[in-house]
């Protein structure tokens, strides 16, 4: 993802994690063997999972931060492109659609060539809820960013995320990866 005026250029993965790349990331994680050729994002794993294993492989690979991503879904669009954009618009940016999970890339790519950026499932970012959020005092919550396979069009906002516990597992959040680039 290129400069701009609001971060370093960064490279962020063109699709979410898939059942098969994490079960060869993860190594110990337990699938069958037709789970592990999956190409379906892979979900249902707590943030603090998707961390640790990116860090053990060495901490050059990361989570996205929320504003990382916004610029990444953006594409070098105005950030306004999606409000109010209307079926048409939205259906091309993701697969929003028959409500079930479907392997990733069924969807055309946005400007930046990512794909599932909204429809394919909700993603975990870096970043923490900040004060203010209503959230409960017991739950660290994080930032999810997109919209899931489930979502309706109407429930489409990228701009507006949502905020999930860390430590649980939640059905349609996934993660995809980000990397810093050298300047």
């Keep these: 993802i290129p400069a ?45 999972q ?25 594409a070098g669009r105005d950030p306004g492109w999606l409000v109010d954009a209307g079926d048409a618009a939205i259906s091309a940016e993701g697969t929003l659609g028959p409500g079930r999970h479907g392997p990733i890339d069924q969807a055309g790519a946005n400007p930046f060539g990512l794909c599932e950026m909204l429809g394919g499932v909700r993603e975990w970012t870096a970043d923490r809820a900040t004060t203010g959020t209503r959230v409960n005092s017991d739950v660290r919550a994080r930032v999810v960013m997109g919209w899931a396979f489930t979502s309706t069009h109407s429930q489409v906002r990228a701009s507006r995320p949502d905020l999930c516990d860390e430590r649980k597992p939640h059905s349609e959040v996934g993660f995809r990866i980000a990397r810093d680039l050298m300047p």
């Design 4 to 48: 701009g005026a609001d971060g370093a250029p960064f490279f962020l993965a063109k699709h979410e994690l898939t059942c098969g790349q994490w079960s060869r990331l993860a190594g110990e994680w337990e699938v069958s063997p037709r789970d592990a050729q999956s190409v379906l994002a892979v979900d249902r794993l707590p943030w603090t």
């Design 50 to 74: 998707c961390v640790s294993r990116l860090r053990a492989v060495g901490g050059w690979i990361r989570l996205p931060t929320a504003e990382e991503w916004m610029r990444a879904m953006n």
